[in-house]
């Protein structure tokens, strides 16, 4: 079966503090693997992504990502945390298995405190 | 222009009403999905177009009726709906190549707040 497990609900971070954000998949199939952001009332926008080239992944805003085979897991991360980081993060897994599915993370709440 | 828009932003309806939402997009992306986000959870896919056909319907009820019209466009006819129908409406778009689409990012619009009455 398919899945995407992000394992925290919700993280808390003092500004100028790393952020790092876990997302485990379960897949079958090789996976295009997505972060993308939710500031409240707002639309999702893409962090970044990995589609099978290099497994250290740059995205916008400071963030990275790195895609571990062995442990299947796509972790975000961030040196230091900005308020404006403050948002939802969905982890979000595309598989085409003869047809296509995407499977969205529960999501994770950041939380920034000055 | 790699935006996505969305219209309405807000609507409210009541039961036996029926109303449309909107998106548009003029990136050239050959692939354009909705979904439906309830309050504290992630967007759940309903439908997918590929190249202006119904590629992916995620057993949506028949009150939601997707239609895409062009390549740019993709509309959302909404008819009888209920108050757990209530919800942030997503449109996105996505490049697709020989129909494929899972493996490109997907950029969202705003969203359209939708209310029933």
């Known amino acids: 079966a398919q899945s995407v497990t992000q394992l925290d609900s919700h993280v808390s971070v003092s500004e100028g503090t790393p952020v790092l954000l876990r997302c485990n998949y379960s897949s079958s199939y090789s996976p295009s693997l997505f972060w993308y952001v939710q500031h409240p009332n707002k639309g999702l926008q893409l962090l970044l992504k990995?589609?099978?080239?290099?497994?250290l992944v740059k995205g916008i805003n400071g963030f990275e990502a790195e895609f571990k085979k062995s442990e299947t897991s796509f972790h975000l991360t961030k040196p230091s945390a900005h308020m404006s980081d403050a948002a939802e993060y969905f982890c979000v897994v595309n598989i085409r298995t003869g047809g296509f599915k995407t499977i969205f993370g529960a999501g994770t709440r950041l939380f920034v405190k000055a | 222009d790699t935006e996505v828009t969305q219209t309405p932003k807000h609507l409210v309806m009541g039961m036996t009403n029926k109303k449309s939402l909107k998106c548009e997009q003029h990136m050239g992306h050959r692939a354009m999905y909705w979904y439906k986000q309830k309050a504290k959870k992630p967007p759940e896919l309903m439908f997918v177009y590929s190249y202006e056909k119904l590629s992916i319907n995620e057993s949506v009820p028949s009150r939601f009726s997707p239609e895409c019209p062009n390549s740019s466009l993709l509309n959302l006819h909404l008819h009888a709906l209920q108050p757990e129908d209530s919800a942030l409406y997503l449109c996105?778009?996505?490049?697709?190549?020989?129909?494929?689409?899972?493996?490109?990012?997907?950029?969202f619009g705003p969203g359209t707040r939708l209310t029933v009455t």
């Open positions: 990995y589609t099978s080239a290099a497994t």
């Open positions: 996105a778009s996505s490049p697709a190549q020989n129909r494929d689409f899972g493996s490109y990012e997907q950029y």
